[in-house]
């Protein structure tokens, strides 16, 4: 026996019906477009599995404890161990305005909810409608391919793989987890504030850690709101406007002239004409 009961397991798979080879669930993202299941924010992983604990169909949880780690294995599943027999007893036919009544357009192949149950629409005609009350997959035989990916076995690996399961839309490495003694704390990011049904799945989580970890005693859940810093004006700087520098003088710019001064002798003294002799 490789694994054991309450051993924590991520497995990979691909489940069919055998009779007619139809895909109805897979954990692979490329086989859910291949087969036209995909859904728009669905997660496509490796899926979490306490061993024994029916997170999983019986037939299946028993065959895990016998795997082998990244070894693909094939599991047929008989109706009786899958989802039953079909009941004639539980197919009726309905009024269609009743259906119409509540907003219910009727196709053929749509599940829809009828007095607190789900049902198939499996024809329409005459004014009635036939309502399927059978699980979808009554009376099929299933082939299930599985690969153990990892078996986690520390407590921190165990409780982030919880935190995950119960808020799949947050990736695990953004909660960080610590354990003292017999308490744990989980701090939770940014991610998960907004997160619709947050306060329950934080009492799930605390409640698996309760039923799957029973050495932790006390589960505390952290949420740190930060302030935004406020941002700070600075004035720009003070630009002092350099002084003008003087004009230089060119070399070959002759010196002003005073005009004030006393012009210089600049021409020779005529003597005075001497009076001709008598």
Do not use: C
């Not at 798979?13 to 087969?35: A, R």
């Amino acid at each position: 026996m490789t694994f054991q009961k309450g051993d924590f397991i991520l497995i990979n798979y691909t489940g069919k019906v055998k009779e007619t080879n139809e895909v109805f669930d897979t954990t692979y993202e490329e086989v859910s477009k291949k087969e036209r299941l995909h859904k728009e924010g669905d997660m496509y992983e490796p899926k979490l599995v306490v061993v024994g604990e029916g997170w999983v169909l019986k037939a299946l949880d028993d065959a895990l404890l016998d795997m082998e780690p990244d070894k693909e294995s094939t599991v047929e599943i008989s109706s009786e161990n899958a989802f039953g027999q079909r009941d004639p007893e539980k197919i009726k036919r309905v009024p269609l305005r009743q259906l119409l009544a509540k907003e219910i357009k009727p196709i053929i192949g749509a599940r829809v909810e009828y007095q607190g149950k789900m049902a198939m629409i499996r024809a329409v005609g005459a004014g009635r409608v036939l309502l399927d009350f059978n699980p979808p997959l009554a009376g099929r035989t299933l082939i299930y391919d599985v690969v153990v990916k990892k078996k986690l076995d520390s407590s921190e690996e165990k409780i982030l793989s919880i935190v995950h399961r119960r808020v799949p839309v947050v990736e695990e490495e953004h909660f960080k987890v610590t354990i003292n003694g017999d308490n744990l704390s989980i701090d939770m990011p940014d991610d998960t504030f907004y997160v619709e049904g947050i306060q329950i799945a934080k009492r799930g989580i605390a409640m698996d850690i309760q039923k799957y970890l029973p050495n932790i005693m006390q589960t505390q859940f952290i949420e740190t709101f930060k302030t935004e810093p406020k941002p700070v004006d600075i004035a720009p700087p003070t630009v002092q406007s350099a002084p003008a520098p003087e004009p230089e003088q060119a070399a070959d710019t002759p010196a002003p002239v005073d005009t004030t001064a006393p012009a210089a002798d600049s021409a020779e003294s005529v003597p005075a004409a001497e009076e001709p002799e008598a």
